[in-house]
């Protein structure tokens, strides 16, 4: 991995612009031998932005004059428009082979206009840039580019821009440079190149959360620059200079290819227009060779497989839902939307389970593979034999958690669920079910056994908490603590925890919106495996429960694992003590 930085001057001087735009520069001197073609720079307008409603800007597109239209050109997208002196480096830098035939797209953010001479217009800046989450990268794929590719060069030649993350590069200065690296990690298919000025990585809209995102989160294909000055700002929101090099340490302790130009300039863009063709030039190195994902940290790396990614299940069915797995391997869900039941062998395959007539709403197995279900707010079994017994009544369970002993723990929404039993509850294998705690301040999202059979977990679907009981031998619960921290994504109030599950080593698994996120015996996340959606359920399963099932949307995926999930029919099992 490179990591020395760019040797550059670094005599910048501090003002008060926070978000210098160059529009009109010397570029690097060419040879008069052998000078590079100057390309066109066009300005255009956009206002038909969805997902920014009301919001105009400017952007301008540069077209090289060695692009062929015949040919999908590779993209750099930059935020606050022309900066870094940006198409006369290009100029030089394709000219010289040193970077392929780029089309530069450089964008204003939004704002919406007042309504009246008298007001003033919404400047949608920090809320575009500063913010996490998805938004304004689906702006950029979603409503700029393809509005960038309806325009043509001056010359007449159609713009066509590569749709391949590898082929892309997006960057910006101070608010702008988090926003490209928040595009390139909401979407690295999409941005696999990001240059960061000045980035704004503190506590104006959660930036200060990424170098612990990035510690934790399995490693994506991105390769990133950075540059910051000592001089730079100290304020309210935090410290610019501390945050990009806690995020350059971040990155680096998660295997990414990372460089980086330090200073002992100001927060201007005066430092980075200088380094920028370096910059740009080690961005593109060995291209068009796949940029690839680091290894992550030593807790990712104990239970994740190196290359193995999640794939997708193929099937008939529709949608998925209470994924349950028996003693080989099987998994077992309901399609709600065909409302039939499917299996998924031990080796994968995805069959009919028609002989399975149960309509339920959540289930688990238990020991000698008996499948505890949720039917019609009761408690129904089903053996091997495909004998069923009904074990207890007007019980409302959204989610089930069985015992080796044959206990059984069910979980529902009091405040949405028809009169019967409520709540958190424990039906014993010879005794009628009992309520364990209310629920009318949590959303069950989920409930799950330690290893050892000693605590029990629940996840609360409307915070970012997950709740740790400890069981007693009689099946009832005492020491309520509120112990699992979650992430939350940047567009909700809650983590979305929908799942959990647990390995023999004592780790939880919680499906969430950020992926499946994976916590130690402490109550801490470990690590967060990103997901191809939302994660909705999960299982392990496999003939060594070592493959992790995953839903997202109406899909299921799969990869395998160093780990080996436990479950209700297996012995209990004593985890080693966590590292505290």
Same mark, same amino acid.
């Given at each position: ?10 005599? %910048? ?20 031998? *052998? ?85 003033? *217009? ?24 393809? $509005? ?46 990001? =240059? ?28 990133? =620059? ?11 929101? #935090? ?56 290894? #992550? ?54 069959? $009919? &389970? ?16 008996? +499948? ?25 369970? &959204? ?22 039993? !409520? ?16 629920? !009318? ?18 996840? *609360? ?41 647990? $390995? ?22 470990? %690590?967060?495996?990103? @997901? ?14 070592? @493959?992790?099932? +995953? ?30």
């Amino acid at each position: 991995m490179r990591r020395s930085p760019v040797l550059a001057s670094a005599w %910048c001087f501090l003002f008060a612009a926070p978000c210098p735009t160059l529009l009109a520069a010397d570029g690097p001197a060419s040879s008069a031998a *052998d000078p590079a073609p100057k390309g066109d720079v066009t300005k255009y307008s956009f206002s038909a932005s969805k997902i920014f409603p009301g919001t105009v800007r400017d952007y301008w597109i540069y077209v090289p004059k060695q692009y062929d239209p015949a040919r999908p050109a590779c993209a750099h997208v930059n935020q606050d428009g022309v900066q870094f002196k940006a198409p006369e480096v290009f100029d030089q830098l394709i000219h010289k082979r040193e970077m392929p035939v780029t089309i530069g797209v450089f964008v204003t953010p939004g704002r919406v206009p007042a309504p009246r001479p008298d007001a003033l *217009d919404r400047f949608n800046r920090s809320f575009e840039y500063d913010g996490l989450g998805d938004e304004y990268v689906r702006f950029l794929l979603e409503e700029l580019l393809p $509005d960038v590719e309806t325009k043509t060069a001056p010359d007449g030649r159609a713009i066509r821009l590569s749709k391949s993350g590898n082929d892309r590069s997006i960057g910006g200065s101070s608010s702008g440079a988090i926003c490209a690296f928040t595009a390139a990690w909401e979407r690295p298919d999409a941005f696999g190149r990001v =240059f960061s000025a000045i980035g704004t990585y503190v506590g104006l809209r959660g930036g200060n959360e990424y170098p612990t995102l990035i510690r934790k989160t399995e490693p994506k294909p991105l390769r990133v =620059f950075l540059e910051d000055g000592s001089g730079d700002q100290n304020i309210y929101g #935090g410290d610019w200079w501390m945050a990009n090099q806690e995020m350059e340490r971040a990155l680096v302790f998660a295997g990414y290819e990372v460089n980086h130009a330090w200073g002992d300039g100001g927060h201007n863009g005066k430092h980075a227009t200088e380094i920028f063709a370096d910059a740009m030039r080690w961005l593109w190195k060995d291209w068009p060779a796949p940029i690839k994902a680091g290894a #992550g940290s030593p807790q990712l790396q104990d239970i994740v497989v190196a290359g193995e990614g999640w794939k997708r299940v193929e099937g008939t069915y529709q949608s998925a839902w209470a994924l349950a797995a028996n003693s080989k391997g099987e998994v077992f869900f309901r399609d709600l939307k065909q409302k039939v039941n499917f299996k998924i062998s031990a080796d994968g395959l995805v069959v $009919d &389970d028609s002989a399975n007539p149960l309509g339920f709403h959540a289930q688990a197995y238990g020991p000698g593979d008996v +499948v505890v279900a949720s039917v019609h707010h009761s408690l129904v079994t089903r053996a091997a034999d495909g004998k069923e017994k009904t074990v207890a009544d007007d019980v409302n369970a &959204d989610h089930l958690a069985v015992l080796r002993g044959g206990g059984i723990y069910t979980a529902n929404f009091e405040l949405q669920a028809p009169p019967g039993m !409520n709540g958190l509850c424990y039906c014993p294998p010879l005794g009628m079910p009992t309520q364990m705690d209310s629920m !009318n301040s949590i959303c069950p999202a989920g409930v799950a056994c330690s290893p050892d059979q000693s605590l029990l977990y629940l996840a *609360d679907g409307g915070s970012h908490w997950v709740y740790s009981y400890q069981i007693q031998p009689d099946g009832s619960l005492k020491h309520k603590q509120r112990y699992y921290r979650l992430h939350s994504p940047d567009s909700a109030d809650h983590a979305g925890a929908s799942a959990l599950r647990v $390995d023999r080593d004592g780790r939880l698994y919680v499906a969430t919106a950020m992926g499946v996120q994976v916590c130690d015996q402490a109550g801490r996340v470990n %690590c967060i495996l990103p @997901t191809p959606g939302p994660a909705t359920g999960l299982e392990f399963a496999g003939a060594e429960f070592d @493959t992790l099932y +995953v839903v997202c949307g109406d899909r299921l995926y799969q990869r395998k694992m160093k780990v080996h999930g436990i479950h209700g029919f297996d012995p209990p099992h004593k985890p080693e003590k966590p590292k505290l």
